[in-house]
């Protein structure tokens, strides 16, 4: 499952100057976050403001490895400049079916509009995204934080700084827990990218890209204290190898099966060159199932129930496939559901949905499928449409995937799903009613553009914005 009060740190002027690199580079016709992770990397910790709409970007250009730059999440170096066709916005969606051997979650996709705000009450017991007044209240600073986790049985936050280092938040202010820049690969899109915590607490697991380009998840034990690691214990779990440097995914989380989960995108370049999408046979382009536990026959094991573990006709890790590049996946803490946000090629910007108890073997679509459009070649006899969708617009342009609300303090929101896009960097929610999407909307809070690199998830359910330029700031009612 996955499962205070810090003071403010933070140098405006170099957050602006930081937004003003970023706004400069994006000049171009790529549209991916790699380039300004890697200027943030090169920027002293600084903080970003909320309650700000800002200017949409238009793109960054590319870095010569097929990383395009800009987004945490992706993109490609501008429309069809992969030599295909594309998405044809004005194309029909078409049919949405299951995964193999099994029933469809929601088959048609939703597009981004939803009724007028506050025509009507939702029903008893729904969040009422109508009713909704929040605030972004800083918490803490750190250098360029894009993942957060919580070790259970402890109140306090770790965040994940690109660069490679872990660092603890407590009431009294951060301190380095972990210091793996030494073995973190960074630029375009690598660097520390996720971390999560075993069911008991007893082992850290960290997602990150190593020397080598790769993606790598490893193991290490936790000790008695809150952030004691022990970096001695160090061992792999998982390595996959990246034939780009872009793509990478990471997010990693300990699921309400106990098991390990690992999102890898498919490869990069652009437009996906080696059908690693649609081929269940490789790791990329997944979400990957392994008990690292089961150490029998190797670092890991495969649990009984992934939907290929008998390896004929997938890889045994992979539980779905069709991903492009997920920027951040999440577990529902109450219902077990699965939330996936992906980022797009050119067109098409999407969050997928599963229930819990869903069997595996999902098939979300890509490359064939941008979204519910058609980007190459026929649409898979089997696939699951996204839950919600919206056009790659430049206003929003690489969707940042976050947690449902199942925290206290904004009854109206509970049961949401928050999210947000890397462009716009403006909090989002979605509602989903039997496996539809019935109201969607902002919040009216904002980090600084092109600063939306992650959400996070406290102990206790209330949520966390994770700036690009800096801040971590907690959700919280207003007035």
């Known amino acids: 499952m996955i499962p205070a009060t810090l003071a403010p740190v933070g140098r405006r002027a170099l957050a602006l100057l930081l937004v003003a690199a970023l706004t400069a580079a994006a000049c171009g016709d790529g549209r991916d ?10 920027t ?3 903080t970003a403001r909320s309650g700000e709409q800002d200017d949409p970007r ?3 250009g590319g870095n ?10 992706d993109a490609t170096p501008g429309p069809d400049d992969d030599g295909l066709s594309g998405s044809d916005p004005g194309a029909a969606a078409p049919p949405g079916a299951g995964p193999p051997g099994a029933g469809a979650p929601p088959g048609t996709a939703a597009t981004g509009t939803t009724a007028p705000p506050g025509t009507t009450a939702p029903p008893a017991g729904e969040p009422d995204l109508a009713n909704v007044r929040v605030r972004l209240v800083q918490v803490a600073s750190a250098q360029v934080p894009v993942a957060m986790a919580v070790r259970p049985g402890h109140p306090e936050l770790f965040v994940a700084e690109r660069a490679g280092r872990v660092v603890l938040l407590d009431g009294r ?4 827990v972990l210091d793996q820049r030494s073995i973190t690969s960074g630029g375009g899109e690598r660097g520390l990218l996720g971390l999560a915590f075993s069911p008991d607490g007893g082992h850290l697991y960290v997602s990150y890209t ?23 214990s160090r061992r792999t779990v998982i390595r996959v190898e990246q034939p780009y440097g872009n793509h990478n995914g990471g997010d990693v989380h300990v699921g309400p099966d106990g098991m390990l989960w690992f999102g890898l995108g498919d490869g990069g370049s652009a437009g996906d060159p ?3 999408g649609q081929n269940p046979r490789t790791l990329l382009g997944s979400l990957l199932r392994i008990d690292p536990t089961a150490r029998d026959a190797g670092a890991y094991g495969i649990p009984a129930g992934n939907p290929f573990a008998d390896g004929r006709a997938g890889r045994p890790e992979v539980w779905a496939y069709g991903l492009r590049n997920p920027w951040r996946f999440s577990f529902d803490r109450a219902t077990g559901d699965l939330w996936i946000a992906d980022v797009g090629q050119n067109a098409v910007e999407e969050v997928n949905w599963l229930p819990a108890g869903h069997p595996g073997g999902a098939n979300f679509g890509w490359a064939r499928l941008e979204g519910s459009r058609p980007f190459r070649g026929s649409p898979p006899a ?38 947000g896009d890397w462009c716009e960097s403006a909090v989002r929610a979605l509602v989903v009613r039997d496996g539809r999407t019935v109201d969607e909307r902002p919040l009216g809070v904002t980090v600084d553009r092109q600063t939306l690199a992650a959400f996070g998830q406290g102990g206790d359910g209330e949520l966390y914005v994770l700036s690009m330029a800096g801040a971590i700031h907690r959700l919280e009612p207003a007035g």
Not at 173 to 176: L, W
Not at 212 to 219: A, I, L
Not at 397 to 409: H, I, K, L, P, Q
Request: net charge negative; with cysteine.
């Open 58 to 60: 238009t793109g960054t």
């Open 173 to 176: 202010g951060t301190r380095v």
């Open 64 to 73: 010569g490895e097929g990383s395009d730059g800009g987004r945490p999440g």
């Open 33 to 42: 976050r790699g380039e300004a992770l890697a200027r943030a990397d090169a």
């Open 44 to 46: 002293t910790s600084t």
């Open 382 to 419: 089997q696939h699951v449409l996204p839950v919600f969708e919206y056009p790659n617009d430049r206003t929003r342009c690489s969707v940042t995937g976050g947690f449902v609300y199942r925290g206290e303090r904004i009854p109206a929101l509970r049961g949401a799903y928050v999210y």
């Open 210 to 232: 190593d020397a080598g380009g790769h993606s790598r998840v490893d193991e290490l034990r936790m000790g008695p204290g809150a952030g004691d690691v022990d970096t001695a």
């Open 274 to 276: 080696h059908d690693h």
